[in-house]
């Protein structure tokens, strides 16, 4: 079945960097979306980043310029490398992936910055 292994969350202070990784197992990787999501406490789970099967990115506005999301099809993984990290930067974030109808979730990385 399909797995979604999220790492590489944590503790930063602010301005700081993290690189969450997310691998994956059990599809043909190369057809999804592959996607970070986010949800802090209280509030609703957000998309973040995400990347197409052809490499084409979108982010959320507040993460533009800080956030790079990039997928290796050969090491079937999906990275999320987060610069200038901001308190409000925290949340449980979790990988993605859908193609149609088909839609996989991880259970989730803690990334929390301290100010």
């Known amino acids: 079945q399909v797995q979604l292994v999220e790492s590489g969350g944590g503790l930063v202070q602010a301005g700081g960097s993290l690189r969450l990784s997310c691998a994956a197992s059990g599809m043909i990787f190369s057809r999804y979306t592959m996607g970070w999501y986010r949800q802090a406490p209280g509030k609703q789970r957000e998309l973040v980043a995400d990347i197409n099967s052809g490499g084409s990115t979108k982010y959320l506005d507040s993460v533009k310029g800080r956030f790079t999301i990039s997928r290796d099809n050969a090491k079937i993984a999906v990275h999320l490398q987060m610069n200038s990290l901001k308190p409000e930067d925290t949340a449980v974030y979790y990988c993605?992936?859908?193609?149609?109808?088909?839609?996989?979730w991880g259970k989730g990385t803690l990334v929390t910055v301290s100010s």
């Open positions: 993605n992936a859908g193609l149609g109808l088909l839609e996989y």
